[in-house]
């Protein structure tokens, strides 16, 4: 054998660089490797990237840090598939990071990734080009780049990808993306509604579970409701329903049904399919509480439609509401509660919520969850809406005093509640009693300072329906809640200045209450309010008006008319007329006033509030009236002063006559004390009763600044008023009535006037001779010896309204005055009959006691002329 002889290797080519294998620990340099244009180790740091990204989002960080992200975008679009497949797997990972993600979003690279999901590329890459998508999605800026690059169209495809990862991450991306309007119209157009319902059969839960969560989002839209039944999603949905194995889907379906009950075709196949009853079932029976609560929110969805209502009382939902009141969970009792309100806008459900669902609902009102209390109280609230039987059964049910208890609540929507059903209740009489004895006018106080303005609105429309009986107007102006239910007579929300007004229109039936209301600036701001195109409504002029009629002088100088209605008191004082937004002054402060050339105040008051009687000899006498001592001590000095006046002080000797200003209706007016011995009997019992009436005291303050101020009292118009009742009143004849009275006011106030001696007839000269001896521009009615027409009209109705003769006080130009009278004729003219009623004017001044018809000549003459 030959010996062997060992071949020589050949050195390799000297352009040829020899292979060199690198160990690498550190991550910044393999990030460098991925400048490298070979394949092979690109690869290879691609693979490092990745096991270093799974480690944690500290690595993932690190990775952003070292500028690992920009080269690797490079990379998608990469030649070689291995290199293109192993960049997507690290951004799959990488997505889940805030940061990535911001940078990814500038680096615009949603279109690479997109690219990655084409039919031709393998499972793996699908599986993290969707994961990244998915991360990239749950951002709105992100979520507009992919639908905006035509990512939505082979996300649906991969729903039927053979691989589980590659359908749970498209169906977790798709449900990101539709939660945008734009992409839910996309998707119904793609038809992606029957894919979607194909993964409720998946095996694996979770993609179960983001395909409930996106058909729960796109059935709020309707068109997609249709599409789920033309598919038959409803037999998918009710058979998750009834396999316990899957209850951990359960609350997920039931928010689709409940979006597919809103449409009422759905809802009539359901029940006649007899699902429905089926769906109940299941809600009342289920341990889940979270079922429950879904369940009952899935009917109150769809009670929101009349004929749903209808379909749902014919399956007994009532009865299955009930049994969820009785939960332990409070999220079930709440949307049980919701579900009775929705319901009971249907009659027959309201009614048989009487016996069952109200007690159970007092009950929770009394439990510590506020959020509980406050749904409660909503069902309370539309069950006792326009339903008296209800308002009952609340009432025996012991419901009031928690109901009060909750205006205390910390939640807007509870107080709102509760206010509400008080308001309800207090419709009833009985109830309102009740209600108002429990303490409500305090309670209500808090919420009527809210400053939730539903809360104002149901706090002030309580006071409106609570108000009515005295005791309670009473208890509220002394626990001060007119002060905020007249600050809410300024709101600017039109439901609570509306509530307000009708509150203060309530409040204002008695006087000491419009009384304080007046002094709170309600006239004012009412005033303003009706000003306002906008602002005002019926309630606040009305509410304006009744205060007037609480304040009939304000009336009177604002308007210019007292009707029959408007009763003349003492403390009445006219002023004149005044122009809008003017203040009227008090009666004192006019009284404290020096005489000036301004009208006189005419003031009507028979009242001496003051005793015991000021002395003849009190040094105070030369003070005016109107700033210290009583009216009746100037009177006195008048008629002293001035015979024409005529005046009988009370305190004077008997012998003076006690008048001098009587007429014919009086038979004791003028006799001495000497000439009625030789009278009989009866005339001496009636001049001494008049003298009694005289002697009444007069004093209203003494000149001590701490004592309370009175009105000057009129000792005149006092005699006036007894002389109308004992010969005025006892007639039964209303017109003679009418004409005997207006001849006594023309004669105590200068007679008869014929038209061609007005011009001579100096009433002003009179009335600036009593303000000088008054030393104030306050005169009383019964003063006042010669009057033009605005005096005595006002007398006139002064005396009519104390005998109860109805008749009105008009204020016209140039100071003239009239009063206006109401009488009903037979047919053959007789007053009293049965005809309509006609108007008239009463004459004082040329033909005292004529009645001229309202728009005749003669009463335009009388008023314009």
């Known amino acids: 054998m030959g010996k062997k002889i060992k071949k020589e290797v050949e050195p390799p080519p000297k352009d040829v660089f020899d292979p060199l294998t690198i160990e690498s620990k550190k991550a910044a340099t393999v990030v460098l490797m991925l400048q490298s244009s070979e394949e092979e180790i690109l690869v290879k740091a691609c693979e490092a990237i990745y096991k270093f990204a799974l480690k944690g989002e500290e690595n993932k960080a690190t990775l952003l840090e070292l500028g690992a992200v920009e080269p690797l975008t490079k990379l998608l679009t990469h030649e070689d ?76 495809r991969l729903l039927g990808s053979p691989d589980p990862d590659v359908k749970k991450n498209s169906i977790e991306c798709i449900y990101n993306l539709v939660q945008d309007f734009q992409c839910r119209i996309t998707l119904q ?24 969560k996106t058909l729960g989002i796109i059935t709020i839209d309707k068109e997609f409701r249709i599409m789920l039944r033309d598919n038959q999603g409803l037999d998918h949905l009710l058979k998750i329903l009834e396999t316990k194995e899957l209850n951990d889907l359960h609350v997920e379906a039931l928010s689709v049904i409940a979006n597919c009950l809103e449409d009422l075709d759905t809802m009539v196949m359901i029940q006649q399919t007899g699902n429905l009853k089926k769906l109940l079932s299941f809600a009342e029976n289920s341990t889940i ?26 399956q007994e939902v009532e009865k299955c509401l009930v049994t969820l009141l009785g939960s332990e ?22 009614d048989f919520f009487n016996n069952q669902g109200i007690p159970q609902l007092i009950q929770l009102l009394k439990g510590d969850s506020e959020e509980v209390r406050e749904a409660a109280a909503l069902a309370l609230a539309n069950l006792t809406t326009s339903n008296p039987a209800n308002v009952k059964a609340t009432a025996e049910a012991d419901g009031i005093d928690p109901l009060i208890n909750l205006l205390s609540s910390k939640r807007d929507g509870a107080i709102a509640n509760a206010a509400t059903v008080l308001t309800n209740m207090a419709m009833q009489e009985p109830l309102r009693a009740t209600i108002q004895s429990r303490g409500i006018m305090l309670a209500i106080i808090a919420p009527l300072h809210s400053a939730n303005t539903v809360v104002q609105s149901k706090a002030a429309l309580t006071v409106a329906a609570i108000a ?76 304006y008006n009744k205060l007037l009629n609480n304040n009939l002088p304000l009336k009177y100088s604002q308007t210019g008319y007292l009707s029959s209605s408007n009763i003349i008191s003492d403390g009445f004082y006219d002023y004149g007329r005044i122009n809008p937004g003017t203040k009227l002054l008090p009666l004192k402060e006019l009284c404290l006033q020096e005489p000036s050339d301004l009208r006189a105040v005419l003031l009507i008051n028979s009242k001496s509030d003051v005793s015991p009687p000021a002395s003849t000899e009190d040094k105070s006498s030369d003070i005016g009236y109107g700033r210290s001592i009583s009216s ?86 006092l005699m006036y008023i007894h002389e109308v009742n004992k010969s005025i009143l006892p007639i039964t004849n209303i017109k003679e009535q009418i004409e005997i009275l207006a001849k006594y006011v023309a004669e105590k106030m200068g007679g008869k006037i014929s038209k061609d001696k007005m011009p001579d007839f100096s009433w002003e000269l009179h009335i600036s001779e009593l303000k000088f001896q008054l030393k104030s521009n306050v005169i009383p009615i019964g003063s006042i010896q010669k009057g033009t027409f605005y005096h005595r009209a006002l007398l006139f109705k002064a005396l009519a309204d104390r005998i109860g003769l109805g008749c009105s006080l008009v204020r016209g130009e140039y100071g003239r005055a009239w009063n206006e009278v109401t009488l009903v004729h037979d047919r053959k003219g007789v007053i009293g009959g049965l005809s309509p009623p006609d108007i008239y004017i009463v004459d004082l001044m040329f033909h005292p006691g004529m009645l001229m018809k309202l728009k005749s000549r003669e009463a335009d003459l009388y008023r314009f002329l």
């Open 189 to 212: 157009e793609l038809n992606g509604t029957p894919p979607i319902l194909e993964l409720l059969k998946s095996e694996y839960p979770i993609i179960q579970l983001l395909a409930l």
């Open 329 to 350: 969970s409070d999220g079930t009792k709440i949307a049980a509660s919701q579900a009775i309100s929705a319901m009971s806008e249907n009659s027959a459900s309201k």
């Open 468 to 543: 009515c009986d005295v005791e309670a107007r009473t208890e509220l102006r002394n626990a001060g809640g007119l002060e905020p239910l007249v600050d809410l007579l300024r709101s600017k929300n039109d439901e609570v200045r509306k509530h307000a007004s009708w509150a203060v229109a309530v409040c204002a039936s008695d006087e000491l209450t419009a009384t304080e209301l007046s002094k709170l600036g309600a006239l004012d701001i009412l005033d303003e309010v009706n000003l306002s195109g906008n602002r005002k409504n019926k309630f606040s002029e009305t509410a």
């Open 81 to 156: 598939k291995t290199v293109r497949r192993n960049a997507t797997m690290i951004f799959g990972i990488l997505a889940s990071n805030n940061e990535v993600k911001k940078l990814l979003r500038e680096l615009d690279v949603m279109s690479a990734v997109i690219a990655q999901l084409a039919p031709e590329e393998e499972i793996v890459i699908h599986e993290f080009a969707s994961l990244c998508l998915a991360n990239m999605s749950a951002e709105y800026t992100s979520k507009m780049q992919i639908f905006e690059q035509g990512g939505l169209e082979p996300l649906i």
């Open 289 to 314: 509480p979270d079922v429950q609560k879904n369940a009952a929110k899935a009917i109150t969805k769809a009670a929101y439609d009349a004929e749903n209502r209808k379909l749902f009382h014919e």
């Open 632 to 717: 009746s001590s100037s009177l006195r000095r008048a008629s002293k002063d001035k015979t024409m006046t005529g005046f009988g002080s009370p305190t004077e000797d008997k012998s003076e006559p006690t008048s001098g200003r009587n007429t014919a209706l009086s038979k004791s007016g003028t006799k001495e004390k000497g000439a009625r011995k030789g009278r009989g009997k009866k005339e001496e019992e009636k001049l001494k009763e008049e003298e009694e009436i005289l002697a009444a005291p007069k004093l209203v303050s003494d000149g001590s600044p701490e004592k309370e101020w009175y009105p000057p009292f009129d000792p005149n118009f």
